[in-house]
C-alpha cells in the first residue's frame, strides 16, 4: 500500500507556469506558414494564403494568451487561460481547434500571435502571405447609398 500527497494545480498556477516556460520564437510559426503556403509540386492546387481568425474556438472572443499544443499542425490558436479553466472543472485535454491530444505538458504560447494580437486590436481575423507576413481581414464596409434629391424649383 502507498499513500501520496498530492496537490492539485489551479488553472491560474498551471498558466503561471505556462508563461515561465517561456514563449516560442515568431519565426518558428514563419516557418511553419511558409512550409503550409510552399506549393506541393505533385498538386494543381496552389495555397497562395491562409486565412485565421484572432477569436478564441472556446469562448468565441479575441485571444489574449495565444496557445496551442506543439503536437498540432494548425496555426489557430486557443485562448491558454480559458484552455486551462475549463481542463480544471472537466479534465479532456483536447485541442479544440482538431480534436487531438493536447496535454499541458505539450502547450506551446506562440510568439508571432502574441505580435500580431498587440499590433491590431480591431481585426478578428489575419491573412498569412507565402512569405510569412500577414495582413489585417478588415470587413469591407457596406456601400451606402446616398440619394440626391434635387433643390426645389
Given amino acids: 500500500m502507498s499513500v501520496y500527497l498530492v496537490r492539485q494545480l489551479t488553472s491560474a498556477m498551471l498558466l503561471q507556469r505556462l508563461k515561465m516556460k517561456g514563449i516560442r520564437n515568431p519565426d518558428h510559426s514563419r516557418a511553419l506558414i511558409k512550409e503550409k503556403l510552399t506549393a506541393d509540386p505533385d498538386s494543381e492546387i496552389a495555397t497562395t494564403s491562409l486565412r485565421v ?9 479575441r485571444l489574449t494568451i495565444p496557445c496551442r499544443a506543439v503536437t498540432c499542425t494548425h496555426l489557430q490558436c486557443f485562448d491558454a487561460a480559458l484552455y486551462l479553466q475549463m481542463n480544471e472543472k472537466k479534465p479532456t485535454w483536447i485541442c479544440p481547434v482538431c480534436d487531438k491530444k493536447a496535454a499541458y505538458e505539450s502547450l506551446i504560447l506562440d510568439g508571432l500571435f502574441m505580435e500580431i494580437l498587440n499590433e491590431c486590436s480591431d481585426v478578428d481575423e489575419i491573412k498569412f502571405q507565402e512569405d510569412g507576413s500577414w495582413c489585417p481581414m478588415r470587413p469591407k464596409k457596406d456601400a451606402v447609398k446616398v440619394q440626391v434629391h434635387s433643390a426645389p424649383k
Fill in 53 to 61: 481568425s484572432l477569436m478564441c474556438p472556446l469562448g468565441k472572443m
